[in-house]
């Protein structure tokens, strides 16, 4: 795992924005995209670089973390409409390229199985963008979910449902089930980028990254993938024990190395 501590949420964004731009102009790729306020302002930025410096999306396919079970995917929360709202209706991805879950499926294990061959079809994530909740979630993997999962249904616990309830016009309104990329899911993307900002991060941060690796942090599962960038604001950074090593290691990193 690399920790990269920026000193601002905008400097998380240009430099998550970075390391997208880079991959993109690669060539084809497959992009892992994730929703909630966290990568929003990554988004902004490839928007502007798409705007303004030519960045095209068009070689690009992109898979979605998760969706809420029993939305429909025109109803304004669901990811499918917030994904398209925040980041792909304004770059130019082909149609049909941008994918995700439904949320409407009758049979939502066939939904999960189906999902994973359309991501394995695709040649696996390159690149994957994640949040992390205030309680150690990846995707909507919540405590305990087994490190080896697979895209499945899962049930949020109250903590998620409190710190989602902005979004919608009621706190019941936030469902109780989602389906989810597994953690096992996650791992096999070739490139992780985790993305964190604000103190309310702090403590899930300090556990993902310096706890052991324990099914109650889903993310400290992340430990075990080979390619891992932890980006993080000072807030975020601020319960880390080791932070005068991760930003000495950082600065001294030969600039030729990237992300
Ligand atoms: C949500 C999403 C996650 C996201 C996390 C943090 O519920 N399922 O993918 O990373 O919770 O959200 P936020 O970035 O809004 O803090």
Request: glycine residues 10%; contains cysteine; negative net charge.
């Amino acid at each position: 795992m690399e920790i990269i501590i920026l000193p601002t949420p905008a400097d998380v964004a240009r430099t998550a924005a970075d390391a997208i731009e880079e991959q993109v102009r690669r060539g084809p790729c497959v992009l892992g995209l994730a929703t909630g306020s966290t990568p929003l302002g990554t988004y902004q930025e490839l928007i502007e670089r798409h705007r303004t410096g030519g960045l095209s999306f068009a070689q690009a396919h992109a898979f979605l973390l998760d969706e809420y079970v029993g939305l429909p995917s025109a109803h304004p929360q669901s990811y499918h409409s917030v994904i398209r709202d925040e980041f792909t209706a304004s770059v130019d991805f082909g149609a049909d390229a941008v994918h995700g879950l439904d949320g409407m499926a009758e049979d939502p294990q066939a939904e999960a199985e189906q999902y994973e061959a359309r991501i394995a079809g695709a040649g696996g994530v390159d690149l994957q963008i994640l949040g992390i909740g205030t309680d150690g979630h990846v995707g909507f993997n919540e405590p305990m979910s087994s490190l080896g999962s697979r895209t499945r249904i899962k049930t949020l616990t109250r903590q998620t449902r409190q710190d989602n309830a902005r979004f919608f016009d009621s706190p019941n309104d936030v469902p109780d089930h989602v389906l989810t990329q597994g953690l096992g899911t996650i791992r096999e993307a070739r490139h992780l980028l985790l993305l964190a900002m604000g103190e309310a991060k702090a403590e899930a941060i300090a556990a993902a990254v310096e706890g052991p690796v324990a099914a109650i942090c889903p993310a400290s599962a992340l430990q075990l993938h080979p390619h891992v960038s932890v980006l993080v604001d000072e807030a975020a950074a601020s319960l880390l024990a080791h932070r005068d090593y991760y930003t000495d290691t950082f600065g001294r990193k030969p600039a030729w190395q990237g992300l």
